[in-house]
């Protein structure tokens, strides 16, 4: 089955903490994974995608087809990081299989 | 001010009803899609669009019907069909299906 999972709900960290946000897929072809971040009151936006390679607002997500896992990491947690996120696989070309999210807090 | 435009934010229905969920965009994209979202739930996706007068099914389609008669416009209805309607409801387009989506702020469908 084709599937993602976000095993945590919620996560706390506070300023300036590393922070990971884990995610877990299942897919039996070559899978194509991405971040999406809802920040509070504003729309569901993409945040970054597995094939950029790119680090954006200081975040990172390596594949480990491996582990098939993508987590989301950032060094150093700030305020305004809080939000929904939201692990996304792309299955075909219309078809995208979301986890259930994660609601990150940074503490100050 | 270019976007997609869900309306209305709040939808109230009695259970039996039909309603549709209006979902507008202008940002020229070929694709749309309709998604659902529930309490403890990752995104499902209901329809798919990804030219005018062509829609597919998604994962979960039964209780559902769409149009596309407007590239701009991909209106979803929530027929009497649906056994679970009550949900938050999420469009979104991409200027091609393997592209960046882009959400709506998405309605929020209470059938009572």
């Known amino acids: 089955a084709q599937r993602v999972t976000q095993p945590e709900k919620l996560l706390s960290v506070f300023k300036g903490a590393p922070v990971e946000l884990k995610c877990n897929y299942s897919?039996?072809?070559?899978?194509?994974l991405f971040w999406y971040v809802q920040y509070s009151r504003q729309r569901l936006q993409l945040l970054l995608r597995h094939i950029s390679r790119e680090s954006i607002k200081g975040f990172t997500a390596d594949l480990n087809k491996g582990e098939t896992s993508f987590h989301l990491k950032k060094p150093f947690a700030q305020e305004e990081d809080s939000a929904m996120y939201y692990c996304a696989l792309r299955v075909r070309n219309n078809d995208m299989r979301f986890g259930a999210g994660t609601r990150l807090t940074v503490k100050p | 001010d270019g976007g997609i435009t869900q309306s209305p934010k709040y939808l109230f229905r009695k259970e039996g009803q039909n309603v549709t969920l209006s979902c507008e965009q202008n940002?020229?994209?070929?694709?749309m899609y309709w998604y659902r979202q529930d309490p403890g739930q990752g995104l499902r996706l209901i329809y798919y669009s990804q030219i005018v007068n062509d829609f597919q099914k998604g994962d979960i389609a039964e209780g559902y019907s769409v149009s596309r008669e407007k590239k701009e416009s991909f209106p979803l209805t929530v027929t009497s069909a649906q056994k679970n309607p009550t949900a938050f409801y999420l469009c979104?387009?991409?200027?091609?299906?393997?592209?960046?989506?882009?959400f709506g702020q998405g309605t929020r469908l209470t059938v009572v």
């Open positions: 940002l020229n994209h070929d694709a």
């Open positions: 979104a387009s991409s200027i091609s299906p393997r592209a960046e989506a882009f």
């Open positions: 897919y039996s072809g070559s899978p194509e």
